[in-house]
């Protein structure tokens, strides 16, 4: 007695699919990746400073807020992607996050940049703040903005995913982006590569699991046949 044909397509279906505990693995992984910036930067010398001449904005304390608020955005999407995507969006992300992760990364260590700290003045809690990050992180990693490159990965994909939110999202791109120019972290060439960098991230991340225009229109065209 031959068994239904839902099961079988379901279980092809889901044979594929990740468990919780290795989309937590992978998301690690991706972070192992990009926080290896963290003792390069602290110890790499020398370098190039990516100012051009329209890189004139002021530093205003202020600013630290947004981009300190940063990594609560990127906790809460990292978890909500985790918990509600599908398999196939999640893997998306994270062959997105990966590459991304990875250029950036090696672009700290094989092309050192940086931003010269400002002068703070001020004790008030948000320019405080401003000096902790000024003094104690490290300075090597200018270009690209890991910030931009990672608030662009979650403003592409969650754009994709809920079009009404994009408006939202694509404000809170452009905060960010001012945040690191006005707390003197990083400049207009930083905030660009992470631009590009994200960005290209983003379509791999696509072309990996066949989410790209092109790629789904030639699925249609297979015939039924060739899925089986």
């Known amino acids: 007695m031959t068994s239904p044909a839902y099961p079988v397509e379901r279980s092809k279906k889901d044979r594929f699919a990740l468990p919780l505990s290795k989309r937590v693995f992978l998301v690690i992984l991706a972070c192992c990746i990009q926080m290896i910036y963290i003792p390069t930067s602290n110890r790499l010398t020398g370098g190039i400073e990516p100012k051009l001449p329209i890189d004139i904005f002021p530093t205003w304390p202020v600013w630290v807020l947004p981009y300190i608020l940063c990594y609560l955005l990127w906790l809460l999407g ?129 072309w990996w699991t066949g989410l790209l225009p092109h790629q789904k229109r030639q699925d249609q065209k297979l015939p039924s046949s060739s899925l089986n």
């Not at 994009?166 to 707390?183: E, N, P, Q």
Request: with cysteine; glycine share 8%; net charge positive.
């Open 78 to 206: 990292i978890v909500w992607i985790i918990l509600k995507t599908k398999d196939r969006c999640f893997r998306s992300f994270i062959a997105a996050c990966i590459l991304t992760f990875a250029m950036g990364t090696l672009t700290f260590i094989f092309l050192p940049t940086y931003v010269s700290p400002s002068t703070l003045h001020g004790n008030d809690i948000f320019t405080s703040l401003l000096r902790i990050i000024h003094e104690d992180w490290g300075r090597y990693d200018a270009f690209p903005s890991g910030h931009i490159y990672i608030t662009t990965l979650l403003t592409l994909f969650f754009s994709r995913w809920y079009p009404r939110q994009k408006v939202l999202w694509i404000l809170i791109l452009g905060t960010v982006s001012l945040s690191t120019l006005f707390t003197g972290q990083h400049y207009i060439l930083d905030v660009l590569g992470g631009y590009a960098v994200g960005s290209i991230g983003y379509r791999f991340g696509l």
